[in-house]
């Protein structure tokens, strides 16, 4: 048999209330996520949602770490200067995207689609109010009122498909300007932005009565906060560069500390910084630098640094291109002026990663929301090993109500049929009537869920972890 891990795609249906909540009407109405099919209105549970539940599973199932974030402008995103596929499962399964002065994104090896409510809204609404803590307060001898409000509410079978592309999860590639391998430290340094910084000079620093600081040059105004800065326009000037369409910033040099003349020499140009990312608003140019500003008091210097770089700890470089880090290795190539960075996982550890998934998606996902537990247990489940990871099953499957009042799922023969489609494990409960007399493609079907994995490549034992 061929150990290569192979593509899975998973579609489930749950019974679950509507627990994920859309925007307030009229002020005190808790409305729920809904959306149009054919020619009736379902509610639906939307991807964020689905993905967050699953990671929240992985945490309390299998310890999962939540991956690090900073703040880019009004931006949370992942930290990728601490983070990456290998340190952090999180970031390996889900993706994420990076912006600032360089960007890099990363496509989820995990896919998810909504989770779309089977059965009809029909308006249902119901009435609440905090009671219990409202005759906690009157027997203490406070006055109190209670704070009614109202819910949309929607119990329904929801369907999610959710697929995992094989070749993706646990391999990642970054695009850097330079690296640094230090040997007696055993660190890899990688500059995916080259840091370049400038001086201020002259930088008055004023402090108001409420503790907020502005810095000051000639009435010129710099706010700070954190790694955000917001700089006066009179202090900066935009730059166009020939092969590049995009417009960059950098400071004029009057307000830079240079380099001084000496011995005849013409001074040279002061050091300063290119901001490739930046936003624009009245007076003034808004961006994020690689640190906090430094103030020099003595010398009214303002240090602003800007570029990314990444430091990875604990690297033992094995040949000419290629680090061995923990969980996997690090192999770097040129790439024209560039380098091109390829994060490999561990296949042990890749395996894992998928087996959690996996295991967390079939025996159900934690769930909370509106301070209500839910159930997002399969009631049904259609597994398929495929060459494409595409939701394939998704279209198909679907509940009705059939000749002998019972509900039955439909659509398996039709996902069976799919030429993308290896091998399928399929499981049922006592809720939902399955046909298996009407299967086409038999031979595609694996009846035992160890076996149907190990056709995948893989060894899941759910107590591994």
Known sequence: MNNQ???????????????NRDEKIGGNILSIKKLKKGNRTVSFIGKPAIRHYLFQTLKNAFGWNEAKVTPQGDVIQFDITQEDILTSPELDAFGYMYTGQTSITRKAPIGI??????????????????HDLVQRAIRSGQGATPNPYNKEEHISFYKVSFTIDAQRLGKDEWIV???????????LILELQTSKYA????????????????????????????R??????????QVSKKKEEKTT????????????ESEGKKAKKPPNIEVREFEEEEGFYIFSVSKEPEYDEGKKELKIEIGLTKTIPNVQKSNANEYKVKNGTIKIEQAGNKHRVIFELDGNEKKKRICDI??????????????????LVPLFIIAGIVKVPSPVFHPFIDVILNDNN??????????????????????????????????????????????????AGLACNEKQS
């Open 177 to 187: 300007e330079r690296f640094f391998y230090d040997g007696s430290n055993k660190k």
């Open 5 to 19: 891990l192979k593509h899975i795609t998973i579609t489930v249906i749950y019974e679950a209330s509507a627990l």
């Open 113 to 130: 689609t909504k989770a779309v409510g089977l059965d009809p809204y029909e308006g249902d609404m119901a009435f609440y109010s905090n």
């Open 228 to 237: 955000n800065v917001k700089i006066s326009k009179d202090l900066m000037e």
């Open 406 to 455: 019972k509900l039955e799922i439909i659509g398996i023969c039709d996902g069976l049929e799919n030429d993308w489609v290896e091998k399928v494990f399929i499981r049922g409960s006592q809720r939902f009537y399955i046909d298996e007399n009407q299967f086409n493609k038999k031979e595609k079907i694996v009846n035992d869920w160890n076996e149907f994995i190990k056709q």
């Open 249 to 260: 910033l950098k400071f004029k040099s009057s307000y830079l500390v240079g380099e001084k």
């Open 358 to 375: 996996l295991n967390a998606i079939k025996n159900g996902l934690y769930a909370q929301s509106s301070g209500e537990a839910n159930t």
């Open 199 to 226: 001086i201020l000079k002259n930088v008055e620093k004023v402090e108001d009565e409420d503790g907020n600081i502005t810095y000051k040059i000639e009435g010129k105004e710099i706010y700070i906060e954190g």
